[in-house]
């Protein structure tokens, strides 16, 4: 919230109008009805008049920068009143603080006045030397020594002229390295013109092998991209490497960074006799305060760019994980892969139920092959299995291969089988909730349920696991938790919203994402359904214990009831709006049901019919789409990948291959690609079309099913380079392999976001590794096929 002593609360709405291109009246709307309690979803769907049409991709930007605003605002009132009890508040000081449009600006002008230990700047001026510092920088005509011989004094703590000296340094140091517009004019200068350099640090190349492509290496800050700087970052972190953040030039002898503090406080070398001591304490300032500073200020910033870039990736993949296409309600049979503890094997019903688990011992070192054939073609023949669901994880080719034998023995079974991605289901499997919705299950059986389901319905599944356990990030546990957690629950709310939630069927985990519902209350709404049976209305929802008109307001829209009273509540036309249905029904001369799906008739329908003082044109042009599909499913239709027989290993790929995959991961530099040999093959964003692609996401997203060639293979690094441009030219055979090479710091290849790109899954790893994989050195074999393909840009440091 503003304070007192702040700018107005209209301006922050008006500047976020400016930065979105939109009005200000839309903002304010907006701003007010987050503030009433409206969730982005509510407002997106149910407010369009207010809002005059924003989207929730804009009202997400209003909430974030109302955020950033309102902090500021708070942190702005908090250094009025700091300066203001020091009594050194001036108009124009408090006008420069006003001003201030962003943080660090604001922090730039409170430095001179922010409480700090005694400073050697402090102790000298209470010994007196400050007229010595000014006399000096107002008149370099005058002498230092002869100048400072007239302030020693023992009793001060100053010696002598050159004690004098030292002093009068230290205060004019701490004046050039607090000048607000100075500060932040020279930051810009590093920032455009400055690059990080990293080095390897002695004697750890062996054991930071992972970071190899960083032990000389620099780039300028505006072209590092997010997971490069991650990358570093986490080297210098594990002590691998050392990180320089680099001025435009090598920092010995005079820069230009140094004029341009002295020209800023009128010095230069005219051969008077203060003009060296000058040019010193310049130097001196530069060197020990200002770059130091600034080094700080660069790093933070490069840091919250990487972040909010990794961020923002982490959320498109979830987000595209998250509304991945169901296969729907069909029985399932779910493995969770294993060698010596089994394959562990659950069958859950259309609905989700679990009606069948067991263990089986396919591989070694039992090798009860036969065995667990004969188990899996009892199970899904007395359960009327329609899929079979594999998790992707250790022993999983091995696993598909099994299963691949059970359909062909029992074709009359018709099963299909679908690899799919096993991330975080340990995390479900020792959840807490997991022990409540599968009580007396053995944990390593959890995990099974969880990979049929999420085959079944993804969205429904993957909300009961923390986001950042999913595993689409790149290096997320370097990132801010709270950032990263924010921006991962708008992602679920989002999606959830917008598919809706069939309030009899769903979890607790789901309702709780349902906009307005909170966990306490999504586990009364279940509570409610267990007691008294499904919800036949809506309206029924007013019973539930604690569920007010509020939240039935912000949820009822977002929840369906299948085969109740009224065929509205199964789709998304809020209650509130039923009238305007009604009226409807009323110049269309039939019933609801028969209205609704009856498209003929909808379109003859005049929308502005219906408006009225409540709902405008947008909602009742919303309503007649609805009810065309009623409850329509936003997501993809379900489809699945077909890996190559005897493609089940590493060793048994060859640069020319052309296979089939599923994207499990798009991070800046490229997507990863799973071609069924247990480490994801990256296509580097170079390799994804034949014109410039700015973001990998325009061409591929998690869960796209794709044709890819194999350019190159090493194994030794586990890393295969794949393209999508099947006519590219593969590496020679014999090309493979490529043990640790020579690397230099060269630039970037051709396509600047991606790089020679870093990105992680899980966390694990670090230098230049992208989830299972990481992209190739600059001198490997891999990278001479690259090259040949146009890949890599041959330009070095």
Avoid at 324 to 339: E, H, K, M
Avoid at 624 to 631: D, F, H, Q, V, W
Avoid at 675 to 693: E, K, P
Avoid at 740 to 753: L, N
Wanted: net charge neutral; charged share 30%.
């Amino acid at each position: 919230m503003t304070t007192p002593g702040s700018i107005e609360a209209g301006s922050i709405e008006g500047r976020i109008a400016e930065e979105l291109g939109v009005r200000e009246r839309q903002v304010k709307a907006a701003v007010e009805l987050l503030d009433g309690g409206s969730t982005v979803p509510f407002i997106a769907r149910y407010r369009k008049e207010a809002t005059e049409m924003l989207d929730d991709a804009q009202l997400r930007t209003i909430e974030e920068r109302l955020r950033y605003l309102r902090e500021l605002e708070e942190r702005r009132a908090a250094i009025l009143e700091s300066v203001r009890e020091q009594g050194k508040l001036t108009d124009e000081l408090e006008a420069r603080i006003r001003g201030a449009e962003t943080k660090a600006r604001l922090e730039d002008i409170y430095l001179p006045y922010k409480p700090k230990r005694r400073t050697k700047a402090q102790i000298a001026r209470e010994a007196g030397l400050e007229p010595l510092a000014e006399g000096l920088l107002g008149d370099p005509a005058v002498e230092p020594l002869a100048a400072a011989a007239a302030f020693v004094d023992a009793d001060k703590g100053v010696a002598d002229p050159q004690a004098a000296l030292d002093g009068a340094r230290a205060i004019l140091t701490e004046r050039f390295s607090e000048d607000a517009d100075l500060i932040g004019e020279l930051r810009e200068r590093m920032w455009v013109r400055g690059r990080l350099a990293a080095k390897v640090r002695e004697g750890k190349e062996e054991a930071g092998a992972k970071f190899a492509d960083y032990f000389d290496f620099a780039q300028p800050f505006t072209e590092l991209p997010s997971h490069r700087i991650l990358a570093m970052l986490r080297g210098e972190k594990e002590e691998v490497l050392d990180l320089v953040l680099e001025p435009e030039e090598p920092t010995e002898g005079p820069s230009s960074y140094e004029g341009m503090v002295a020209h800023r406080f009128g010095i230069a070398d005219r051969g008077r006799p203060a003009d060296k001591w000058l040019t010193d304490t310049v130097r001196w300032a530069w060197r020990t305060r200002i770059l130091v500073h600034l080094g700080i200020d660069l790093r933070l910033r490069l840091r919250t760019a990487a972040e909010d870039e990794a961020v923002n990736v982490f959320a498109a993949n979830l987000r595209d994980l998250l509304l991945a296409a169901p296969a729907g309600t069909r029985a399932t049979l779910g493995l969770d892969p294993g060698f010596r503890t089994g394959v562990k094997v659950a069958v859950v019903d259309a609905t989700g139920k679990v009606v069948a688990t067991d263990v089986i011992y396919p591989h070694v070192p039992a090798n009860k092959w036969d065995e667990a054939l004969a188990k899996l073609a009892r199970l899904a023949e007395e359960h009327a299995v329609e899929l079979v669901a594999i998790g992707n994880g250790t022993a999983s080719r091995e696993t598909d291969k099994l299963a691949g034998e059970l359909i062909a023995k029992h074709p009359e079974l018709k099963l299909t089988k679908v690899m799919v991605s096993e991330a975080g289901a340990s995390v479900y499997s020792a959840s807490q909730y997991a022990s409540q919705e599968l009580p007396g299950m053995d944990v390593s059986l959890r995990g099974a349920v969880s990979i049929a389901r999420r085959l079944q319905d993804p969205l429904a599944e993957l909300v009961k696991i923390d986001p950042k356990s999913i595993g689409v990030g790149q290096y997320q546990h370097d990132l801010s938790e709270v950032k990263l957690s924010r921006s991962l629950d708008a992602v679920v709310e989002d999606c959830v919203n917008g598919v809706g939630v069939d309030v009899n069927t769903a979890s607790v985990p789901l309702l709780s994402r349902v906009s307005g519902i909170s966990s306490g209350l999504a586990e009364n709404i279940v509570a409610h359904r267990d007691a008294n049976g499904p919800f036949a209305s809506r309206s029924e929802l007013k019973k539930v214990a604690r569920l007010g008109p509020k939240a039935y307001e912000q949820c009822a829209g977002f929840l369906r009831i299948r085969g109740g009273h009224d065929p509205l509540d199964a789709s998304s036309v809020h209650p509130e709006a039923y009238p305007v249905v009604r009226r409807m029904v009323k110049a269309a001369g039939q019933e609801v049901a028969s209205l609704i799906g009856n498209t003929g008739v909808l379109r003859s329908l005049k929308p502005s019919d219906f408006v009225d003082d409540t709902f405008g044109l947008p909602t009742v042009s919303d309503i007649l789409k609805e009810l065309e599909k009623p409850g329509r499913d936003p997501r993809p239709a379900f489809k699945t990948a077909v890996f190559k027989e005897g493609v089940e290993k590493i060793s048994d790929l060859s640069a020319g291959m052309i296979l089939e995959g599923v994207v499990t991961n798009v991070a800046a530099f490229g997507a990863f690609v799973d071609i069924g040999v247990h480490q994801d093959g990256l296509v580097h964003v170079s390799a994804m079309s034949r014109t410039f692609v700015k973001d990998p996401r325009d061409v591929a997203k998690p869960g796209d099913i794709v044709k890819v060639k194999v350019l190159d293979v090493d194994i030794p690094r586990k890393r295969i380079a794949l393209t999508l441009r099947l006519d590219d030219e593969a590496a020679p055979q014999g090309g493979q392999g490529g043990g640790r090479q020579q690397r230099g710091g060269g630039r970037p290849p051709q396509q600047r976001q991606g790089g020679q790109g870093q990105g992680q899954r899980q966390g694990r790893g670090g230098g230049d590794r992208g989830g299972r994989q990481a992209p190739p050195p600059a001198n490997s074999a891999m990278a001479d096929a690259l090259r040949r393909a146009g890949l890599l840009d041959p330009k070095k440091r």
